[in-house]
């Protein structure tokens, strides 16, 4: 069974940063491309990045080009996200999701972790 | 990046309604599209992939269509565990993008 779990979100000030780390298990996590999507409070899904399947390509999010850092380690089945100067209308839920093998589609999500940029 | 627009935002309909949600993408995407489904404090689920396969375990009730720039989502007969919000996704093209969101309400 597919499972991801997110966990590094919280309560930061802004210009702070903060990592997020999904932790993935139940697939060959090294042959997926994998997807960082958040959803302010009340609002709508927002892609933000993602890799690219194996080809360690990376795609950004034009509101978090130059701030936001997608990397992974496959030998700890592991995907990160390095969020650097955020900002209030970072605040979300961040979730990390599993692309499909070929397509850029995603068929298994993580429960969620909140972030909240607030002084 | 490409936009995608839904409509109507909100639906209000009843046990056993059809209900259909429309997408459409500010250029072609031929049929790389995704349909989710969201319920309140939940991830979102997939539904349907390449604008009209229906993901496996997902009730026949759900289907897709639609090609280019114009794609629906169609519940046939409207069941309590329907209501829940919508989204629409394009994967033609990096930055990928959804729509706003369709909230299919009890009337």
């Known amino acids: 069974e597919v499972q991801l779990l997110e966990s590094g979100g919280g309560l930061v000030q802004p210009g702070g940063s903060l990592r997020l780390s999904c932790a993935a298990s139940g697939f060959t996590f090294s042959s997926y491309g994998m997807t960082w999507v958040r959803q302010a409070p009340g609002k709508g899904l927002e892609w933000v990045s993602g890799?690219?399947?194996?080809?360690?390509?990376?795609y950004y999010a034009d509101s978090v080009k130059g701030r936001f850092t997608i990397s992974r380690d496959n030998s700890k089945n592991t995907l990160y996200l390095q969020m650097n100067s955020l900002r209030a209308e970072d605040t979300a839920i961040y979730y990390c999701?599993?692309?499909?093998?070929?397509?850029?589609?995603?068929?298994?999500w993580g429960q969620g972790t909140l972030v909240t940029v607030s002084s | 990046d490409i936009q995608m627009t839904q409509s109507p935002s909100t639906l209000s309909a009843s046990v056993g309604d059809r209900v259909t949600i429309t997408c459409r993408a500010s250029?072609?995407?031929?049929?790389?599209l995704a349909w989710y489904q969201q319920k309140p404090g939940r991830a979102p689920k997939l539904l349907i992939y390449?604008?009209?396969t229906l993901e496996s375990g997902v009730p026949s009730r759900f289907s897709g269509s639609g090609s280019g720039t114009e794609f629906t989502l169609t519940i046939s007969s409207l069941q309590p565990d329907d209501f829940a919000t919508y989204y629409c996704q394009q994967y033609y093209r990096y930055g990928l993008t959804f729509g706003q969101g369709t909230k299919v309400e009890i009337k």
């Open positions: 999701a599993k692309d499909t093998e070929t397509y850029r589609y995603f068929d298994h």
């Open positions: 890799f690219g399947g194996s080809s360690g390509t990376t």
């Open positions: 390449k604008a009209s």
């Open positions: 250029q072609s995407i031929i049929d790389w």
